[in-house]
């Protein structure tokens, strides 16, 4: 049978449960500032409710479908464009869908070539199996430094958490070194689960990197962190259908990174100077259903939010060509690890988009491809960014070593970070060092 009959049952039962929540929500809803925002809690309480209870009862199908990278990546690119191209606010109301969606389908083709490329290129080629470990000493060491850094930080700029606008004035070095937490936190959780380390470890070194990352007072980091996390637990699960216990892990896991997702991107709005809070955004750009569509408004905001700077930047690409060669916009941020003040690619589309020098706006993927590149640019990155998917699995899968899972997670991850940003950042490039450093062949 195609569906369990017990499942649909619950699932059912679940719905009239989802249903009356719901109900009660409505009713409860209002357009005054306390009721808006709790009705707003409650709303991603219940829709974190009904996509834990079909992740649970579904997740026997769907946990083996998304252990694939390059589905996992399909999945997230066509629901990130997607949710923007649908139009359940105003907001940049002016994008043309039509281009959109046709940008979308030379990606998704490029990656899908590339990939099988990749495929081809490794069934032909031999494998030399090698045994890897970790340098403890020089992790230590890196971690060390994140935490001064993290330290220092804090004692220079408070908690940038509760104060999002001063996050702009952080010492981009001691960003760095923050972030480099990343990679060598993911490199190391690899290697507990290929040797079964005990779970406190993991979760300790989690909780720690986590403090580290919140210091920066963004939400993306700890994000990459915490989906990075369930990326290693769905790539190193060797079993042909999950364990209870496995789904369970899988649901809880997806459902907490929407709501923390949610909650943050309230607590971002309302407690900025800069920005509306949620009942102005709301109200201004005429969500539909704020107080339930609210998990999946962040994605469309920011997708909305890209494809519109873009439509404008292109208009205006002769100002950008006055600051700097358009041509090289998507990678001016690696020009930022040169002596001297740099302009970032985000700060130079603000002024020519935004008209001010104190906004930094980012275009997304295709985007930043486009205005850079054209078509020809989105094709040519996806048909490489397949082929490079596609070799890392493949080595992960024949030698199963927390090194190449490491490599898998941190380019899919940073690969999904990169949809959302549009230019391509320093830390995509310096996050692979640690790995180099730390982690050598077993001597035999």
Known sequence: MLFDTNKIGKFKFSLLIIFLMILINYLSFSYTSINFLRSTYSGII???IILFMFLFIFSNGLVKSIKHPLKL??????????????????????????????????????????????????????????????????????????????????????LLFLNPDSRFSINPIASYMVELSIPVTIVCLGYMLQFNRKTSHKILLIIFTLVLLFCLGYRNQPMILLASVLLLLLFSSNDRHPSKKMRLIISTSFTVLLVIFSILF???????????????????????????????????FQSREGMGVTEIALERSEKIEELTPINRLFILDLYTLLPGEQDTAGSIVGLVVNLSSNVSLTPSIL???????????IFIFYLIVGMILSILWKNY????????LALVTLFLIYLIELTNRGFFKPMYIISIIPLLIIVKKREK
């Open 46 to 48: 219940i829709i974190g």
């Open 73 to 158: 990546y399909l999945l997230f690119y066509s629901g990130y464009y997607l949710s923007g191209i649908i139009n359940i606010s105003d907001y940049r109301g002016y994008i043309n869908e039509t281009f959109w969606f046709f940008q979308v389908i030379i990606g998704l083709v490029a990656i899908l070539i590339g990939w099988s490329i990749g495929k081809y290129k490794m069934k032909n080629n031999s494998y030399s199996r090698a045994e890897y470990d970790l340098n403890k000493p020089l992790i230590f060491i890196i971690l060390g430094a994140s935490f001064l850094c993290a330290g220092y930080v804090v004692f220079n700029q408070g």
């Open 266 to 300: 309230l607590m971002r709005n309302e407690s900025s100077d800069s920005l509306f809070n949620w009942e102005k955004l709301a109200s201004n750009y005429n969500v539909a259903s704020p107080q339930l569509t609210i998990p999946i408004i962040p994605f469309h």
């Open 367 to 377: 985007g930043g491809l486009y205005i850079s590149y054209g078509p020809i640019g």
């Open 397 to 404: 899968k024949r030698s199963n070593s927390f090194f190449h």
